[in-house]
């Protein structure tokens, strides 16, 4: 017995040369995958095919050999042979994989990303599987010596849309399971696929009206759709249109459908009002009204159009195919999960909204509850033969995906937009760099790292996000590869001059949190202690990213306060001793007085070092030497002079504001003469503003 459906399409690269198959065999241990690919190989080769086999047990030891077998290294494991099945068929050699690899994620991956996939799925019943067992690990299970056994303790999930099911078991061996692969995989290759024509973009609702009976991954809602100029001919018949319905006399909405509203090159989304709730004749006649008034100059062919409002919504939002920024090749899928509302994302009202966001070749880890709307985008692309796509969505109470608006994306961006697979080098340099990263270091305490925009020198408020080269290489020079760690060592803490704060990811700025952690460390802390605070400090920004930027105030322990005791205590309860404890108490109190010490605090020869930078700046302005030689001056002075000792005074600036915040937490001040303090100190801030004030307005 089998099933088959025809769904495949042979694969060509860009230059037309034609791509491998994988030929895809899956079901559970004992299914006969092994005997079965091995025999598809064999007649693959013998037609002349250049074509591997690949065997799950033989390419666990291979590629796999660094996992074990709970769920989580099995779904690693099963992304590991697709990827390489990919990259076999892509150098035009056809793969036979026999592999359990029963995940919907792992499959999806495949039928998205490789060319000529065909998906064989055994299917055998567990009971003959069991007595089968050639390997003897069910009857293990069975008897509590053996875990993690795919059909046993890990649910299997059965493929979603195989090519092919062979009931492997009772009259079909395996030469017959061959044949049937062969008909229905090879043979059928050679038949052209008929070819579909894209949907063409119209306004909103004529672009609705034509995927209507196209789409199969969402529903698009029925409508009701007129000119402007139609409506003001026959707007009787146009409302007994909507009535006769059979969702005419629901709850309705009125939506604009402009000509201009959904360009190919300009989007005047939002500009244009829509009218929800509608319910009763009158009330929709003057909410097509208001509709039409929010045109403005429209022309007589714009458009609106009437739909059902959908109610019971669990979850709405709108989703792109490309970043709008910078044009690269993300899923991103802004929603709403809590109000029922269908336009919150979309009127920026503020909520309880969230992000999800994956490069388009690496879909695994998309959440459950958004892989349809993943599927509908992979779905609408080829469909709107567009790869930057903006939609709405909306989804009900029973599951039901809709389709509410589709358009054209046009990315934000100036320069060339990279391709998917610059991208994927892009981003494979970028995972590599982080695992490197993220391993244990002999010179640096805890095992493990986080990467923050925020954190200790605040890239992104200072040189922004994206910088520019130049800007990015000279905050390098200037703080973040020495300068800042010059000067935590001068001021007590742990020594870290060999180790740059922040990193590049393909010119992206972060921090490197755990290297920011390390250099918070009192220089006489040492050892386990130190190593157990790192991983404290890292766990907890990995836990709450939010207070990326307010690490030094909530997470790490910089200074000694009035208020440490208290704030120290959350140690315990992560295990840290009271002598460890009183240890570190200890430590930072010494720290925090040669720092602030009165007459010899290190802030007061920072403080001159300032004056000394503005007499050297004129010498060096007016010395006869040649541009690159003074460049080279202004930059070593203004580190000298400038930025190590600006990074010492912020420390005891940090270190000020923390003792005057554990006043008020002791009860020392109050919340308003804390406030009134801050305001009378004279600062940059504070100058700025009392200039403008006096600054002529004439």
């Known amino acids: 017995m089998y099933q088959h459906q025809r769904n495949f399409a042979v694969g060509l690269d860009q230059s037309g040369e034609t791509l491998g198959r994988v030929f895809w065999i899956t079901g559970l241990s004992g299914a006969g995958k092994t005997t079965v690919g091995e025999r598809l190989w064999r007649r693959l080769r013998a037609a002349g095919r250049s074509a591997i086999f690949l065997d799950g047990d033989t390419l666990r030891s291979a590629i796999a050999e660094d996992l074990g077998h709970p769920i989580e290294d099995r779904r690693r494991s099963a992304m590991r042979n697709a990827r390489l099945c990919q990259l076999l068929a892509e150098q035009g050699i056809d793969v036979v994989c026999a592999t359990i690899s029963m ?7 495949n039928h998205a990303h490789i060319p000529g996939y065909f998906e064989i799925y055994l299917q055998v019943p567990m009971a003959e599987i069991e007595r089968r067992d050639p390997k003897g690990i069910y009857a293990r299970a069975r008897n509590g010596k053996s875990a993690n056994i795919v059909g046993v303790d890990i649910a299997a999930e059965e493929p979603e849309a195989p090519h092919l099911v062979l009931n492997n078991h009772g009259p079909l061996d395996a030469n017959a399971a ?31 009206e034509r995927l209507q009976a196209r789409l199969n991954h969402a529903r698009i809602l029925p409508q009701v759709c007129f000119s402007i100029s139609q409506w003001r001919v026959d707007k009787n018949g146009i409302l007994a249109r909507v009535a006769a319905m059979p969702w005419g006399c629901e709850t309705l909405i009125v939506r604009s459908s402009a000509k201009n509203e959904d360009g190919a090159v300009r ?12 319910k009763g004749e009158s009330s929709l006649a003057t909410a097509v009204e208001n509709v039409i008034a929010s045109f403005e100059d429209g022309g007589d062919d714009d458009q609106v159009f009437v739909q059902p409002m959908l109610s019971e919504v669990a979850m709405a939002g709108v989703a792109v195919t490309r970043a709008p920024n910078g044009g690269g090749p993300y899923f991103i899928i802004n929603y709403d999960d809590t109000s029922g509302r269908t336009d919150l994302v979309t009127a920026g009202v503020s909520g309880d909204l969230k992000t999800f966001c994956c490069l388009k070749t690496h879909p695994e880890a998309v959440p459950a509850p958004l892989v349809p709307i993943v599927e ?16 709405e969505f ?7 995906l809709y389709l509410l608006q589709v358009r054209r994306l046009t990315p934000n961006t100036n320069s060339a937009v990279p391709t998917a697979d610059e991208f994927e080098s892009a981003v494979a340099q970028v995972a590599c760099k982080i695992e490197l990263l993220n391993r244990p270091h002999p010179y640096l305490h805890g095992s493990r790292s986080v990467f923050g925009v925020m954190p200790d020198w605040n890239p992104a408020e200072i040189i922004g996000l994206r910088p520019k080269t130049l800007a990015l290489t000279l ?8 300068i800042w760690a010059y000067q935590r060592d001068n001021y007590g803490y742990k020594n870290l001059r060999s180790f740059p704060l922040m990193v590049s990811f393909h010119g992206l ?3 490197d949190a755990r290297v920011s952690f390390n250099s918070f460390l009192p220089r006489d802390v040492d050892g386990a202690l130190a190593d157990r605070l790192v991983n404290y400090y890292v766990d907890r920004l990995i836990a709450q990213p939010n207070l990326h930027d307010k690490v030094e105030f909530e997470i790490i322990f910089s200074c000694h306060t009035f208020d440490l005791s208290e704030r120290l205590s959350v140690l315990q309860q992560h295990g840290f001793s009271q002598d460890e404890i009183a240890g570190l108490t200890e430590s930072l109190r010494q720290l925090t007085n040669r720092i602030i010490n009165r007459e010899t605090g290190l802030w007061r020869r920072d403080r001159e070092k300032i004056d000394i930078l503005a007499e050297r700046l004129g010498t060096i302005r007016n010395a006869r030497i040649d541009k690159i030689s003074r460049i080279y001056w202004l930059i070593e002075d203004c580190k000298r002079y400038g930025t190590l000792p600006f990074a010492g005074l912020a420390r005891a600036g940090f270190i000020a504001v923390q003792l005057l915040r554990s006043l008020v937490t002791v009860g020392v001040l109050n919340e308003s003469e804390y406030a009134a ?3 009378n100190l004279e600062t940059v801030g504070s100058l700025i503003g009392r200039d403008f004030a006096s600054l002529s307005k004439a």
């Open 103 to 109: 995940f919907h994620e792992v499959q999806r991956w």
């Open 178 to 208: 061959v044949n049937l692969i062969w008909k229905c995989a090879v043979e059928d290759e050679h038949r052209a696929p008929a070819q579909i024509a894209p949907v063409q973009f119209g306004t909103k609702a004529e672009t609705l």
């Open 267 to 278: 989007s005047e989304a939002g500009r244009y009002d829509s009218v929800l709730g509608v």
């Open 376 to 391: 509908l985008l992979r779905e609408l692309e080829p469909l709107l033969a567009s790869d930057a796509l903006d939609i």
């Open 394 to 400: 909306a989804v009900n109470q029973q599951g039901t």
């Open 475 to 482: 905050y390098q020079e200037l703080i973040t590869d020495a």
């Open 509 to 511: 700025p972060y921090i």
């Open 677 to 679: 303090f801050l305001a």
